[in-house]
């Protein structure tokens, strides 16, 4: 099966830009992640989508971020403007589960931010 | 609400095994583990879920003590491919599912 995909790959762009990456699951998986990975530390999650739904947005800087999953598949995650801190691997990832008791998770390659 | 994990390093010899311990505050659902080498994205290695149901890979064990709301990793004779940072990542049981990765193990087996 197809895994998840993400594009781009790669971004350098300046502060008080925007930018936004996007994020295809694996087919049928109900529940969407973003994560946010700085060097040398875990994925900070950032939001949790289940089906069109979103479970948590605690840790998602609502000032400059936002994030949406049309139609419960595709997923955008947006920064606007970006800051110099916001520098890091964007992860998305997805699983099946759609209760409670999450299924193991399947992470697309990562976007790689660079904030000038 | 993340996950404390321990040893923040450690450093085995081929054939070596280790422990990885997750920690949380919070009463858990299940515990999942990863692992991550340098520049790829984290793979699953295993699920423990709250009541003793495991799901996971045959060579990699785990405990799930849902008292203490701790978790440990058991790696057994170790190899040079399981380098990498190990993540725990807990499901909160009583708030909707939530997910947070612990603070990660960094492992490094040498020859």
């Known amino acids: 099966e197809a895994g998840v995909a993400q594009s781009p790959r790669y971004k350098i762009i300046e502060k008080r830009q925007s930018v936004a990456f996007w994020c295809n699951p694996i087919?049928?998986?109900?529940?969407l992640y973003w994560y946010q990975q700085i060097l040398g530390q875990g994925p900070k999650l950032l939001i949790q989508?289940?089906?069109?739904?979103?479970?948590?947005d605690s840790q998602l800087p609502k000032d400059r971020f936002s994030a949406e999953r049309l139609k419960g598949v595709d997923s955008t995650l947006k920064i606007q403007p970006a800051k110099l801190e916001d520098s890091a691997v964007y992860l998305c990832?997805?699983?099946?589960?759609?209760?409670?008791?999450?299924?193991?998770?399947?992470f697309g390659p990562g976007t790689r931010l660079t904030v000038t | 609400q993340q996950p404390v994990q321990s040893p923040q390093a450690v450093i085995l010899r081929e054939g070596e095994d280790a422990v990885i311990n997750c920690s949380s505050s919070?009463?858990?659902?299940?515990v999942h583990w990863y692992r991550q080498k340098h520049g790829e994205a984290p793979i699953f290695l295993m699920i423990?879920?709250?009541?003793?149901e495991q799901k996971g890979h045959d060579k990699i064990s785990a405990s799930f003590n849902e008292k203490k709301q701790q978790s440990s990793l058991y790696l057994t004779a170790s190899q040079l491919s399981y380098s990498g940072t190990y993540f725990c990542?807990?499901?909160?049981?009583?708030?909707?599912?939530?997910?947070?990765f612990g603070t990660g193990t960094s492992l490094t087996v040498i020859p």
């Open positions: 087919s049928g998986h109900a529940t």
């Open positions: 423990l879920l709250k009541g003793g």
């Open positions: 990832a997805s699983s099946l589960t759609a209760g409670v008791g999450l299924s193991e998770q399947y």
């Open positions: 919070k009463a858990l659902y299940s």
């Open positions: 989508f289940q089906n069109n739904g979103v479970v948590d």
């Open positions: 990542g807990t499901e909160s049981a009583y708030t909707g599912n939530q997910f947070y």
